[in-house]
């Protein structure tokens, strides 16, 4: 049986520095196919420790922004060009069908996040504010898998949606956007990398996960929410079908 732990997010330092830099390569201050400022310049730059520019070089990697060439550093690649979408056979939650564990519980943070060029990205509009979410899936004491979620608080609105009511919150993430929802987008990538917002949270085989990053749509042109999912490798149960 599933139950909810809701609390506040505080957002951490390192998600600033990823919409810094973010900002800086739009505006072409780095911008595509030239390579970043050595880690410990940059962090100079930015008045931050390396521990938090890892970090946010580590989302960035994540969402395809920058790759890391081993003995070479960080470059800056075109992750805004669509590419060739990738579908389960289904709308419905990839984590339920790609992960091979049931969850004894799944707990719920929020915060209120401002509008950033990231969030403008992949929630194809501006908004007042936005909302993220995460979901941590667990079995017994571990942690075996990570949601983050971006929301759109027009969205929020629209949909009457109560954030202080966990049991309505988490089935609206977990089922019912899917019965709102026809179509989605999947993107299936690789990461040896896992911010979760509390440090003292730690997820089972984060050093090797695969994330599913899903826009759902219904008949509007903006996506209703934004989701990345994290699946250990050692619990994942990725299949596609193919057809002719």
């Known amino acids: 049986m599933n139950t909810t732990k809701h609390a506040q997010l505080k957002k951490p330092l390192y998600i600033n520095v990823y919409d810094e830099l973010l900002l800086q390569i739009k505006k072409g201050i780095f911008p595509v196919d030239s390579q970043l400022p050595s880690e410990p310049d940059l962090a100079s730059r930015l008045g931050i420790s390396r521990a938090t520019l890892r970090q946010a070089l580590a989302l960035l990697q994540d969402d395809g922004i920058v790759r890391n060439i081993r003995g070479k550093g960080n470059f800056v690649v075109n992750s805004f060009v669509k590419q060739e979408d990738v579908h389960l056979e ?12 049931t969850f004894d519980r799944i707990d719920t943070n929020y915060r209120f996040d401002e509008d950033t060029e990231y969030t403008k990205q992949v929630l194809k509009r501006d908004s007042s504010q936005v909302v993220a979410i995460e979901r941590l899936y667990r079995m017994g ?23 202080n009511n966990e049991e309505q919150l988490l089935n609206f993430l977990e089922n019912q956007v899917y019965e709102n929802a026809n179509h989605g987008e999947i993107e299936i990538k690789y990461t040896h990398t896992v911010n979760v917002a509390d440090k003292n949270e730690k997820l089972i085989g984060q050093n090797e996960c695969f994330i599913l990053l899903e ?18 490798q050692q619990f994942s149960n990725i299949k596609l079908n193919i057809y002719s």
């Open 90 to 101: 289904k709308l419905s939650n990839p984590m339920h069908k790609c992960h091979i564990s």
């Open 141 to 163: 004491n571990d942690l075996v898998a990570y949601a983050f979620t971006f929301m759109s608080m027009e969205t929020v609105e629209s949909l009457s949606l109560d954030l």
């Open 215 to 232: 826009s759902l749509y219904n008949n509007g042109d903006y996506p209703i929410i934004h989701n990345k999912f994290y699946i250990p």
